[in-house]
């Protein structure tokens, strides 16, 4: 290398690059700063995670060490479920005990495809506890927002129906460790074909059907090992909830199901396309033998439909079920009520069904609770769970809606009054379709009292376009009714006479009414134990769903139902009030059924009653509404009266007979009826025209109706003489002392009009004369005074008329010395009446 200057400079220049060597470089510090950190954050969450890791173990192996003993009479035995009745009395215990217990060698192989593919594909993999499938269903929850799969394998499924409760509020991370711990510990002792053969000799399927192999013979009348692969979908399908699922009443939710469980069979390559095709079109009805209840009892099927609902109620507010979670529920069925609904609805004796295919459905209600006490569900069934139309029926509730769409909403948000005035005329939906009355008839002006009480369609629709729709769907919506058209939750103008909708709504609504307009959700359950020791409590929060005038308005006039327009219903000396419903067939309709409009013909009858204690509603019609024969007669469409009236009788025949009591912000006032606006009764306003009607405090009529005339004092005083020189008649009176003229008549014909006090009429002829004197004001008029003269010229002392006053001037006497003749202050004449409007 070559070195170029001196030597001073050299070390000028070393020293120089020496300083510059030395002086700190900025980029280089920031660079090994954020290396130094990063190394530190990483250490930091190394020892978090192996701390965590420790301390999750440690946690783990204490929930373990307290792990509850699990013995094999757990696996294979059944958890019973006591249900006791509103007076803690034992009414059923639910449990398998009718089970047909399959061994491992039973299990055919398409039943162990299809029960792995929708339940747990790694089975026979895993150890008891599957990672993977926890973390798939973790991930699948958080995109669905909500809890839509769980991560339990086969065997943790069997633990916690052996030995623990699925209430949610027991599965805690304590008891989720023990389920993983015992489910590990069983795969150890047992082998992957027992622990499956165990889990399906567990499993509830419906209809009080215990096990797989249970439910083959039971459902399809086969072997558990000669069932098809679309047997063993379905199978594989129930068991995740098997009321929803049950193939005998849902049939079309079962094949839902099943054909889930197909196509995860088919996406797994468990099963080929054309193995699939024949599987997925073969029906669930056609799979199905009518199922096997020689082990119910009469007491089974008597408080089958209320279980029903238990059932469910407890899998909706606890996430349990009733028939394999060994839990004590305690509910509010009155037991005796549900003995006397059964054989009221099935034994023909006091109420007669005109065949056995004839259903009912019937919901009572405690009004002040909302406590379901009592429910049926049909009649003649002899099947475990069957068709429940108490809860599932959606039938058009025909004029029971009235109350609730159009008068309710009246009464609530436009503050009318019983008496308002509505005109009953030929009358059509906004569309143009016309609106009839039952009878075809038009009754002109009625109030809504009358309106309502006689089940007049034009008002009702008249009301609820008065209302809006949107008023009238808020009102409903206070008490949990859900209107549906074209699967929108909203009204239209129909619905002003029907909608569809549950006895057990319709029940739990008109109990709002009863109730001063607190609704309670209806319920049956009161009190649930879980296996676990858990309880819990259920009492429901009323909210008021309407005014109390307005509940009270409604009340009051639907006393005027019963015995009146539903004579059936009636119950001597109970105070109750009801609406009848009745809905109607289409003209084709009833040409599929063979009849004409001249035929009556109804596809469903409805009653519902309240006491003040008590709301019943109840349903009749036949399944199949379009099959010939299928229909009600007019007679057949007052037996759920009959049927309100024998369970209303029953329920209150040991209570106190109370009246609903009219509440502070109403007010009782007779009125003039169709007056405009509402007036009180003028002094001649008709007994008929006159009605005592309920107002809003403060909207009450405080002026008098003139419409048919004002009192008005007669005149003061009334005489006729007769002048003999003159021939002729006298007659004088006393002045006016307000307005108006007098009017005189003469043997019924008037002969003076005006405001004197004097009127002289030839008399030439013998004969009785009779004057009559009022006063007239506009249509009113006063009381009539009447004096008769008789006047004779057969003897001598008939020169002079004989005569008698009504009524003389103090000053004056009469001074004839005959007479032959009567008079009266007044007559039973009626005033002058003006013809009404209309």
């Given amino acids: 290398m070559v070195t170029t200057g001196s030597r001073v400079e050299r070390k000028k220049y070393e020293k120089s690059k020496q300083r510059s060597n030395n002086r700190p470089n900025k980029n280089k510090n920031k660079k090994s700063n ?198 063993a979908a379905l199978l594989a399908g129930i068991p995740q909830a098997p009321s929803d699922y049950d193939p005998y009443t849902f049939p079309e939710d079962a094949k839902d199901r099943r054909d889930l469980v197909l196509s995860v069979m088919l996406d797994r390559n468990l099963i080929g396309q054309a193995e699939y095709d024949e599987a997925i079109n073969t029906s669930i009805e056609s799979m199905l033998v009518p199922i096997n209840n020689n082990s119910l009892t009469e007491d089974d099927l008597v408080i089958d439909a209320y279980i029903d609902i238990v059932s469910q109620e407890v899998q909706e507010k606890m996430n349990l079920n009733i028939f394999t979670d060994g839990v004590e529920v305690y509910t509010n069925l009155d037991m005796d009520a549900q003995v006397k609904l059964f054989e009221t609805v099935n034994s023909n004796t006091t109420v007669i069904f005109p065949d056995d295919e004839l259903q009912t459905a019937v919901s009572i209600i405690d009004v002040e609770t909302g406590q379901l006490v009592a429910v049926i569900g049909g009649r003649k069934q002899e099947v475990a769970f069957g068709l429940n139309r108490a809860n599932t029926l959606q039938r058009s509730i025909g004029s029971t809606m009235k109350p609730l769409a159009d008068y309710g909403p009246a009464f609530e948000y436009l503050n009318y009054s019983t008496g308002t005035t509505i005109v009953d005329e030929p009358y059509s939906f906004s569309d143009g379709s016309t609106l009839n009355n039952y009878d075809f008839l038009y009754e002109g002006d009625m109030t809504l009292r009358e309106a309502l009480s006689s089940s007049r369609n034009i008002p009702a629709l008249k009301l609820l376009q008065e209302v809006g729709l949107d008023n009238a769907y808020a009102f409903l919506q206070k008490m949990d009714i859900n209107i549906i058209n074209d699967n929108n939750k909203d009204l239209v103008e129909s619905n002003a006479i029907g909608g569809e909708m549950t006895p057990v709504q319709l029940s739990a609504a008109y109990a709002t009414i009863a109730n001063y307009g607190e609704y309670n959700t209806p319920y049956t359950v009161s009190r649930v134990i879980t296996a676990a020791g858990t309880v819990q409590e259920f009492t429901p929060t009323p909210r008021e769903a309407m005014k109390d005038s307005t509940a009270y308005m409604l009340v009051d006039i639907l006393k005027d139902v019963p015995g009146t327009f539903a004579s059936a219903a009636q119950i001597e000396g109970l105070y109750h009030a009801g609406k009848t419903g009745t809905t109607n067939y289409t003209e084709s309709e009833l040409a599929q059924l063979g009849l004409d409009s001249s035929t009556y013909a109804a596809p469903d009858g409805w009653y519902a009653g309240i006491s003040p204690k008590y709301s019943i509603a109840t349903w009749v019609g036949y399944d199949n509404r379009n099959e010939a024969g299928n229909y009600l007669t007019l007679d057949e469409t007052r037996i759920p009266q009959q049927i309100y009236a024998e369970m209303m009788a029953y329920m209150m025949k040991d209570l106190p007979n109370n009246d609903w009591t009219m509440p502070d912000s109403l007010v009782e006032v007779e009125i003039e009826k169709y007056s405009e606006p509402l007036q009180l009764p003028g002094p001649y306003t008709p007994a008929e025209i006159r009605s005592k009607e309920l107002f809003i405090k403060g909207t009450e009529p405080t002026q008098q109706s003139l419409y048919y005339g004002r009192y008005i004092n007669p005149p003061s005083w009334f005489d006729a003489n007769y002048n003999e020189e003159t021939k002729s008649i006298v007659a004088e009176w006393g002045a006016l002392t307000d307005s108006g003229t007098f009017e005189l008549s003469l043997n019924g014909t008037v002969v003076y009009t005006g405001t004197g006090t004097t009127f002289s009429m030839p008399a030439e002829a013998d004969g009785e004369y009779i004057l009559r004197l009022r006063i007239i004001d506009g249509n009113s008029s006063s009381d009539t005074l009447v004096v008769t003269l008789t006047l004779t010229t057969t003897s001598e002392e008939s020169d002079s008329s004989d005569s008698e006053s009504s009524d003389l001037p103090p000053d004056e006497t009469d001074s004839s010395t005959e007479v032959p003749n009567e008079s009266q202050s007044s007559d039973d004449t009626p005033p002058v009446e003006s013809t009404p409007p209309g």
């Fill in 34 to 231: 954020w290396r130094k950190w990063l190394k530190r954050l990483v250490i930091l969450f190394i020892t978090l995670f192996f701390l965590a890791l420790i301390a999750g173990g440690s946690l783990f192996a204490y929930y373990a060490m307290n792990a509850p003993e699990i013995k094999e009479s757990d696996l294979i035995g059944q958890v019973s479920s006591k249900i006791y009745d509103s007076e803690g009395e034992l009414v059923k215990e639910l449990g398998g005990q009718n089970r047909d217990l399959m061994t491992a060698e039973e299990i055919p192989e398409v039943l162990k495809n299809a029960v792995m593919a929708i339940e747990d594909a790694r089975f026979y993999t895993h150890k008891g506890v599957d990672p993977i499938r926890i973390v798939g269903s973790a991930l699948a929850n958080l995109q669905a927002g909500e809890i839509t799969q769980g991560g339990s394998t086969i065997t943790q499924q069997l633990v916690k129906l052996s030995v623990f409760s699925t209430d949610f509020q027991d599965q805690t991370l304590e008891r989720k460790a023990q389920e993983a711990w015992l489910a590990l510990g069983l795969e150890q002792e047992f082998s992957k074909d027992k622990i499956l053969t165990m889990y399906l000799n567990k499993m509830f399927y419906s209809n009080n059907t215990y096990g797989a192999k249970t439910a083959a013979r039971n459902f399809f009348g086969k072997n558990i090992q000669d069932i098809s692969l679309a047997e």
